[in-house]
């Protein structure tokens, strides 16, 4: 079955980066796109990054363009998130996601909190 994990959130102070990452199986990781979304406390999930299936095509969100970087690994069925000069705004959980035939799929998040 389908099944995404993430990892690589922590505590980082504001201006500090983090680079998450989320291990993809279950599917042809390689014929999907695949996304990062966000949920911060009180507050709905978000779009955060979406990438085509070759890594070809990104987009980021307005607020967070210039900062966060998306990317793959097709042979390692990996998608990462680069997140440079943190916001305290930025304190969320981090969700990985991959839309198969209009149905999402979830991992289980990655808390990422920006405090000094």
Request: proline share 3%; hydrophobic share 30%; with cysteine.
């Amino acid at each position: 079955q389908v099944q995404l994990v993430e990892s690589g959130g922590g505590l980082v102070q504001p201006g500090g980066s983090l680079r998450l990452s989320c291990a993809a199986s279950g599917f042809t990781f390689g014929l999907n796109a695949m996304s990062w979304y966000r949920q911060a406390p009180g507050k709905g999930r978000e779009l955060v990054a979406r990438i085509s299936t070759t890594g070809t095509s990104t987009n980021v969100a307005d607020s967070m363009k210039g900062r966060f970087t998306i990317s793959r690994d097709n042979a390692k069925r990996t998608v990462y998130l680069q997140m440079n000069s943190l916001k305290p705004e930025d304190t969320a959980v981090y969700y990985c996601n991959v839309d198969r035939g209009g149905y999402n799929y979830w991992g289980q998040g990655t808390q990422v909190t920006v405090s000094s």
